[in-house]
């Protein structure tokens, strides 16, 4: 199961850090990833990191931004958002999957099995 948090309002040019905790003693051969959904519109992905944590990848709209990020001595997963924009504001998803290869390729959202329910994230102008 997964478990993401930290989510809520903030001004543009603001930071957030969001949080995924992970149960279950497979999760550090779980490559992760977030992704975020906006209104109306498709579940987009957003960063991904390997199992080891030695790879990241992440879409071209939040890179130099966005810096993801685990700890699996703690089963969490971390997005921490800087320089937040409106764009930004989505519901934001962490996924999970168990990969043999440790590669961050993994940017669809058939490529994970698990999924956590969501936080909000809401940017005002």
């Known amino acids: 199961q997964l478990q993401a948090s930290g989510g809520g309002l903030v001004q543009a040019g603001g930071s957030l850090r969001l949080s995924c905790a992970a149960s279950?003693?497979?999760?550090?051969?779980?490559?992760m990833a977030w992704f975020r959904q906006a209104p109306g519109k498709d579940r987009d992905f957003v960063a991904a990191?390997?199992?080891?944590?030695?790879?990241?990848y992440y879409a071209d709209s939040v890179k130099g931004r966005f810096t993801i990020s685990r700890d699996n001595a703690k089963i969490t997963v971390y997005l921490q958002m800087d320089n937040l924009k409106p764009e930004d504001t989505a519901v934001y998803y962490c996924?999970?999957?168990?990969?043999?290869?440790?590669?961050?390729?993994?940017?669809?959202?058939?490529?994970?099995?698990?999924w956590g329910r969501g936080t909000l994230v809401t940017v005002s102008s």
């Open positions: 279950g003693r497979f999760f550090s051969s779980y490559a």
């Open positions: 996924a999970g999957r168990s990969y043999l290869s440790d590669s961050a390729g993994y940017t669809t959202t058939r490529d994970y099995d698990y």
């Open positions: 990191i390997s199992w080891s944590g030695g790879s990241t």
